[in-house]
């Protein structure tokens, strides 16, 4: 499968009003904010190429299994954008990994998901981008997707970097229970490079 790059991070938080303002007050543009009932709250956040979403614990159903491990918030979702989704499914299938559910179309593409027993704890997605949005530079990205969400004069400048001069996300850390069993993943199936393996004391690696 051909992967173009992150689509999306999501954590699911027990104060989101809290979190989203700490994240706009770095700067990050609120693209969306809906809060309409507990179950379909969600804000979402740009940084160059990058959307940060956030979810309130109360609807997300693995919060109750981190509550029991002491962990108040954590990450929900991470999402990777392919080039085409049933080559996507097609190639986790060979490798024994199934989707959680069918596909759905969604504003900005079509996604699915696979299950976590896969990743340990977070759900995995994978969204081909629809037309108006596939293959296109970051600022046409940003425009569109801002008018699919309702903004229409949004300035796609405004969303590439902000008043701390944050560009992207560099990189995410994910802790694992099962550190051979996540490299698997990301490097034989989803064919990421190992930049480096460091080994740190108590076991420790990255």
């Known amino acids: 499968m051909k992967i173009n790059g992150l689509h999306h991070v999501a954590y699911a938080v027990q104060d989101i009003d809290k979190v989203r303002t700490f994240w706009q007050k770095l ?3 609120l693209l969306n904010d809906q809060k309409k009932t507990p179950e379909g709250t969600e804000s979402i956040l740009w940084i160059g190429q990058v959307q940060i979403q956030l979810h309130p614990t109360s609807a997300v159903p ?3 299994v981190w509550r029991e491990n002491k962990v108040r918030d954590d990450l929900y979702q991470i999402c990777l954008e ?3 989704l049933q080559d996507a499914i097609t190639t986790l299938h060979k490798a024994g990994i199934v989707a959680t559910t069918e596909p759905e179309d969604t504003v900005q ?3 699915f998901y696979i299950d976590p027993k896969y990743t340990g704890i977070y759900h995995l997605g994978f969204i081909e981008l629809n037309d108006s949005l596939k293959h296109k530079d970051t600022a046409n990205k940003q425009e569109n997707i801002a ?7 949004l300035d796609a400048k405004k969303l590439s970097s902000n008043n701390l001069g944050m560009t992207n996300i560099h990189h995410i850390g994910i ?3 099962d550190y051979e069993r996540a490299r698997h993943l990301w ?3 989803l064919g990421f490079d190992a930049i480096y393996q ?3 004391e108590r076991n420790f690696k990255e």
């Open 27 to 29: 700067g990050f543009t």
């Open 62 to 64: 693995m919060a109750a």
């Open 82 to 84: 392919v080039d085409d």
């Open 109 to 111: 593409g079509r996604q």
């Open 147 to 153: 008018k699919l969400l309702g903004y229409k004069n």
């Open 175 to 177: 802790s694992v229970a």
């Open 187 to 189: 490097q034989d199936i």
């Open 198 to 200: 460091h080994f740190k």
